[in-house]
Nanobody
Framework: QVQLVESGGGLVQAGGSLRLSCAASGLTFSSYVMGWFRQTPGKEREFVAAMSRYGVTSYGDSGKGRFTISRDNAKSTVYLQMNSLKPEDTAVYYC?????????????????WGQGTQVTVSS
């Protein structure tokens, strides 16, 4: 079955950096749009970044200029490099996979989800 496993979250001071990873299995990774989302308690899930199968990227407003999404199809892994982190970036970060880019970018949804990784940014 499909599995998405995130890693790389943790506690970091404001201004610091983290790199999240999401390792996929059970799907033809190179065919999928991969996205990163985040969610805090009481708030709706927020789109962070996505990369199409062709390497085209899209970013939500929160991460533009600070976050970079990349993927390694040989390793079936998508990454999110987060720089200049702010306390408001504190959230559980999820990766998602979909064959439909509209679903990820415009519908905040995915065909498959990881379990999430906590990112906490202290002030």
């Amino acid at each position: 079955q499909v599995q998405l496993v995130e890693s790389g979250g943790g506690l970091v001071q404001a201004g610091g950096s983290l790199r999240l990873s999401c390792a996929a299995s059970g799907l033809t990774f190179s065919s999928y749009v991969m996205g990163w989302f985040r969610q805090t308690p009481g708030k709706e899930r927020e789109f962070v970044a996505a990369m199409s199968r062709y390497g085209v990227t899209s970013y939500g407003d929160s991460g533009k200029g600070r976050f970079t999404i990349s993927r390694d199809n040989a390793k079936s892994t998508v990454y999110l490099q987060m720089n200049s982190l702010k306390p408001e970036d504190t959230a559980v970060y999820y990766c998602g996979a979909s064959l439909n880019i509209v679903r990820i970018i415009l519908q905040n949804d995915a065909d498959y989800w990881g379990q999430g990784t906590q990112v906490t940014v202290s002030s």
